[in-house]
Every structure is written in C-alpha cells, then in structure tokens.
C-alpha cells in the first residue's frame, strides 16, 4: 500500500481536485483506493457529491479515537474509491487535539490496520501547515505537491520543505514523492517560466505531465462530480489521466 498526502500550505492550488481526479482515475484502472479528507472546509467530500450535514462519523472522530472502528467512518463512493469524510466540525481539531501525547501520529494510528484494504490512500490536506497537515505529512510515505505555475506558489515550497524536515525526525522515510504543475495556462510567460524555474530547480521531481487550468476543472465539484464524469473529453481528464500513470510508475 502506498500512501500520499497532497499537500502544499497556499489554498487554491488544485489539492482536492488532484486528489479526487487521481484516486478516481486509480480506481479506473483497477486498482483498490481510499480518499481522506482533512480539511475543514470539507471541499473533497462535497466533491464526490456527499452533503457534510448529513454526516454523523467523519476523520474528526478518527482523530478523537484512533482506536475507534474505521469502517464506521469510510463511506462508499459513486466513483470507484472510497472516502473518509470531513466536516466543518474539524475546525475544532486544532484546539481540541492540542494537549494530545502524539498528536502529530493520530491519523497514522487510525489508518495502521489498512495495509491489507487498499493499494493507494490519498490524503487532502488543509492549506496550512498546522495540525492537520502534520497529520497528513506524518500518515503518508510520500508527499505529492500540486504547484500553481504561479510565483508566490514556488515561494512557498520551502516552508512545506521546511515542515517535511521537521516530520522527518520522527518518520524519516517521508519525502517528497513528486511535484505537479497545476492550472497552467501555455499562453502566459509567466506560466512558463514558473513552470521552467521549478523543473530547473526540482528537476526529475516534477512530473512531466502538467495540468492545463479549464473552466470544467472549476465546475465538476460544483456539481459533487470528478472531472472525468463531468467533462471526460477535456484536456483536464486526459492529463490526470496521464499524470496517474506517472504516479504508478514512481511508486508502483
């Protein structure tokens, strides 16, 4: 089993919808996957077309109770993968959680009985590097960065590499898996260069698929769908597509 937290601190990078689109395109081709959603504002369990207020279990109450029954909390998906959902409940995490011996593990510990369920668990962390992200970064064996070609986006690398080092001291295998560019549009220089400076500086740790930003990408979870049930044919659904087999061949 392989598990990766996709994470990186600035919002609006295209974290959920990597997420999302990556674990459906894994379940696509066969493979066994589980979605968790760590951020507040629940914007990965809407995605796949669930109401937070209808939910009664969520990753809140694995946290609180790393020991509890995790398959209370897992839900079935319309799309081939199956999540652990959030709700605006999480937001108490921080507070809550904080005089927790081992906070930084909870996520671990809950998910440490599912070696044998799933092939892939794809973790979608907050925009912030706060408690919830320490979780994710410390569940996961690699951390996949969805990078806007954008130049306050690469600025922001190194406090998540800064995190990552911190989390190394206690989970030294962790390490960054991969960088993806996200919603890249060819037509702007800046776009490129961005897109040049980070391949220079990262190198083989980029992926050579990028993700063209497109309008369907923005409107799929509008509609609680992923990209490649809304709009299969754009260029959006064929690059994740894509980018899963890259995804495959880095960590099998």
């Known amino acids: 089993m392989t598990i990766l937290a996709i994470a990186m601190q600035k919002g609006g990078v295209g974290k959920t919808t990597t997420t999302l689109s990556l674990g459906v395109e894994l379940g696509r081709l066969g493979r066994r996957v589980l979605l968790v959603d760590m951020d507040a504002q629940s914007n990965l369990t809407q995605a796949v077309g669930i109401d937070p ?17 995790i398959g209370q909390v897992v839900l079935t998906t319309a799309y081939g993968v199956d999540l652990i959902p959030a709700t605006l409940g999480l937001a108490r995490a921080e507070m809550v959680l904080a005089g927790h011996v081992g906070r930084e593990l909870l996520l671990r510990r809950a998910l440490s009985g599912l070696v044998e369920a799933y092939d892939y668990i794809l973790i979608d962390s907050p925009p912030s590097l706060g408690l919830l992200t320490l979780n994710a970064l410390a569940a996961a064996d690699a951390v996949l960065v969805p990078l806007q070609s954008h130049v306050f986006a690469l600025n922001a690398m190194a406090h998540l590499e800064e995190t990552i080092r911190l989390i190394q001291q206690f989970h030294p295998r962790l390490h960054i898996g991969g960088i993806v560019m996200t919603m890249v549009d060819r037509r702007t220089s800046v776009n490129m260069a961005v897109d040049q400076a980070a391949r220079q500086e990262y190198g083989e740790l980029v992926y050579q698929t990028v993700i ?3 309008v369907k990408l923005v409107e799929a979870p509008a509609v609680g769908q992923p990209i490649q049930r809304y709009a299969p044919g754009s260029s959006s659904a064929v690059a994740y597509a894509q980018l899963t087999q890259e995804v495959i061949a880095r960590h099998g």
């Open 212 to 214: 063209p930003f497109h």
């Open 53 to 69: 207020l209808t939910l009664t279990q969520t990753v809140y109450d694995l946290l609180l109770e790393p020991s509890r029954e």
